[in-house]
């Protein structure tokens, strides 16, 4: 194969000797871009659009016509892959055969290019190594580097969609619609669990503004009407829904931070930055610009939110869509309450539980999140002024086991502070003792595999008798010293964990907070409202015995170990052994 100086010289003198010989023009140019040698295939690129843009304004129009008017189909299949790892020259010949190939040929050439996106890609799950769910790397799809490749011809496509429909014939424009429509959202189904927060946003802004060039097309059409609306809405919903929980808005951590800025600080700022590709701004502005183009084709917030109550099988992608366009948009304010219905209805939390729901046990719990987090603010400050918003039992329920494992799972330190003060949120809205008893238990319980929700939950417990001292009845331990306060340990009890194994589990942290809330209990119900020094003093004070006998195990453990005790170790034992000191005393024992 010839190198890449000999490549440009060929070509430019081929269209010299033969200024209308297209044909071989053109198979010269196969040739050399079905080249495994990248400078090869860059140097015909580089020709290819000095040929193209050189000359007075007649001749680059004519050289354009001759080489352009009928080979989009023969040049896009073999540019498209070559526009992550080729040079600059290679988008300008794309862009440049859009600008001049047949309409209907640059279109349909797209259209192939994502079929065989899809077909590239069917099938395949890659991890982070590039490989398949058996573990094995795809012949197609070789690497991580094949789906970055992927994406950006994706990217590309949609501009090269907006130089060519609206050249297209003023004819009907329904039959194009509906299947560059879907190849499109094809693609996108392939692609979207491959992409990342900057390729997101990108995908998000080139489709929406796409949508806007084809709105503005189908306007003059013969056909136009409600059905084109429809076809660009259900493919904004797709973009939104399959990417915008993927761009990094941060929407509840910085709702969160701006209706409670004591939780903030220099480092949570730092965290939270606004800059950079990690930053929430670049991810805020993918969503505006996607509610702008909502707005475009007359889907005003109301509309949004509509969609967002009057949820339904059928249309469960624009709902999650308008969901996160409206979170979004509130993301930092409460603009989002006037759209509420006044005075508030009682059910208000109801009407939204089903959206919410789908949209926190799915890709989109950030705007989930936000959502819950602005509707129960909302309740509680209605509940201040004695208003009547509530949340039902089944629905708190329903809440708390999607909020459950986000707080514990999710990634940010701001994020999980923000959802776990949203469940402490969730619990302060109920009025009745007995509801919010159950919560806490539901937190509190064995059966929560997060142990460190367990853990952190003590804290809304002690907030909570703070808050509402109706708490400190007999019904409080009732519910929770079966939770607390194992009467005699049994076989797979915590109890029977040698030192090692429990010094390396949650439960020293745990069972230090159970005794401080012994502590803490007895200096609230002074008057033993909860039985505690009296029915349950025998109870607790054989749990305070295992307990203070598991403390000396640890402790003479690492003793005979000569085991270098760390200060995480010293400390936990510290706090396990003064809690429980605490306790006793607080007991009389």
Known sequence: MADSTSVIATLREMISVSPSDEATFTRAMETYLSSEDVSVQNAACDAFVQLLEEGDGGTRDRRRALLLEDTALTYMPLLLPLSLIGGPSVPRSLSLISQYGRPREVVLGLTEALQYMVERAEGFAFNDEGQDERGEVDEKVESVSEWLIAISEFELILIYFKTAIPR???????????????????????????????????????????????????????????????????????????????????????????????????????????????????????????????????????????KIVNISNITIQGSIASLILLAAESATSNELFKLLPSPLPANLLGDFIPIISVALGGSASDAGAVWTWKLIHLALQEKSKGGSVVLEDDDAVTLFESLIPLTAQWPSPVMRQALFKLIGAVVSLHSSSSEKIQLLKQLLDPANPFDNI????????????????????????????????????????????????????????????????????????????????????????????????????????????????????????????????????????
């Open 454 to 589: 367990r853990i952190q939950s003590f804290s809304l417990l002690r907030e909570e008798i703070v808050a509402s001292p109706t708490l400190v009845s007999s019904e409080l331990l009732v519910e929770l010293s079966p939770v607390f306060f194992l009467s005699t340990p049994n076989q797979d009890s915590p109890f029977t964990f040698t030192p090692p194994d429990l010094l390396n589990s949650p439960y020293p942290t745990l069972w230090t907070e159970i005794a401080m809330f012994v502590w803490f209990l007895s200096t609230r119900d002074t008057s033993d409202e909860t039985r505690l020094k009296s029915e349950y003093k025998d109870r607790i004070g054989r749990w305070l015995t295992h307990t203070e006998r598991k403390m000396e195990e640890c402790r003479r453990f690492l003793d005979e170990s000569e085991a270098i005790m760390g200060y995480g170790q010293g400390f936990v034992l510290a706090r396990w052994e003064d809690s429980l000191h605490r306790a006793k005393a607080a007991m009389g024992l």
């Open 168 to 306: 297209l014939p003023n004819a009907r424009s329904t039959p194009t619609l509906l299947s560059v429509s879907e190849a499109i959202s094809l693609a996108l189904d392939s692609l979207s669990s491959s992409t990342k927060a900057d390729s997101s946003r990108g995908l998000i802004q080139q489709a929406c503004e796409l949508i806007d060039v084809i709105w503005e097309w189908v306007q003059p059409t013969s056909d136009a009407g409600g059905e084109q609306r429809n076809i660009l809405c259900n493919l904004l919903y797709h973009f939104v829904a399959g990417l915008g929980y993927k761009v990094n808005a941060g929407l509840t951590e910085r709702w969160f931070l701006a209706t409670y800025p004591r939780f903030g600080g220099p480092q949570t700022t730092l965290q939270l930055s606004l800059d950079g590709e990690d930053g929430w701004g670049r991810g805020a502005m993918a969503l505006e610009r996607a509610r702008k183009t909502a707005h475009l084709l007359d889907l005003s917030d109301r509309a949004l939110f509509d």
